[in-house]
């Protein structure tokens, strides 16, 4: 099965603030990456899809990248609304869609 | 609008069964895939399973298999999962959720979750 990590685990950072979470997949998955925001007791909103896609009605200071085993979400500048925590996601393969551990970004 | 709605939350004994429903709207519900993912408390996400609604077709977790059985009813647009031989650590929130339209695998509307809760 495809293994993902995230990094860091957490984070604590600041209103405006531009925040950076990296990904990594255990082989290659193409950009079948996925991103997702999850609030405590909400279920996760898709934030982005096929590594770099913004999903309809999320903000464009959301935005991803990255291809093969390496992946990055970028928050360009923090809001209040953004303290949750976010997910990576592989859906190369489509007998297992693994998700990473989680990054949590609370407030400074 | 599109979205899931899922039963209500659920109290098992060890080595029970549950059966949570995820009643689909506002789309054709024969064109996306479902899958279900749980969270147990404090924990991360785990994908558990995916079915096609227009035939039926399903992939599970390996850890799962042979516990766990997913399957729709598209008279009512209604996805099931259904899990045997409940554990303790089974305990969780169980989520389902449809298919991106552009990337299966991608899950983009949610259900609301359902609480699972195993205790004797």
């Known amino acids: 099965d495809i293994q993902m990590t995230q990094s860091p685990s957490s984070l604590s950072a600041s209103v405006g603030d531009r925040v950076t979470i990296t990904c990594r997949a255990s082989?290659?998955?193409?950009?079948?990456l996925n991103w997702y925001q999850q609030k405590p007791g909400k279920a996760p909103k898709l934030l982005i899809y096929?590594?770099?896609s913004l999903q309809s009605g999320v903000p464009s200071r959301f935005s991803g990248s990255g291809s093969g085993t390496d992946f990055t979400l970028t928050i360009s500048s923090l809001q209040p609304e953004d303290f949750a925590t976010y997910y990576c996601?592989?859906?190369?393969?489509?007998?297992?869609?693994?998700f990473g551990p989680g990054t949590k970004v609370d407030i400074k | 609008q599109v979205q899931l709605v899922q039963s209500g939350a659920e109290v098992k004994k060890p080595g029970a069964s549950v059966k949570v429903s995820c009643k689909a709207s506002g789309y054709t519900f024969t064109s996306y895939g479902i899958s279900w993912v749980r969270q147990a408390p404090g924990q991360g996400l785990e994908w558990m399973g995916w079915?096609?609604?227009?035939?039926?077709?399903?992939n599970y977790a390996q850890k799962l298999q042979g516990r766990v059985t997913m399957t729709t009813d598209t008279s009512t647009s209604t996805a099931y999962m259904e899990l045997r031989s409940l554990r303790s650590d089974d305990t969780a929130v169980y989520y389902c959720?449809?298919?991106?339209?552009?990337?299966?695998?991608?899950?983009?509307?949610w259900g609301q979750g359902t609480m699972v809760t195993v205790s004797s």
């Open positions: 096929a590594a770099s």
């Open positions: 996601q592989q859906s190369y393969s489509t007998e297992v869609f693994t």
């Open positions: 082989q290659s998955i193409s950009s079948y």
């Open positions: 079915i096609s609604a227009y035939n039926g077709n399903t």
């Open positions: 959720a449809r298919d991106h339209g552009r990337i299966v695998g991608a899950f983009d509307i």
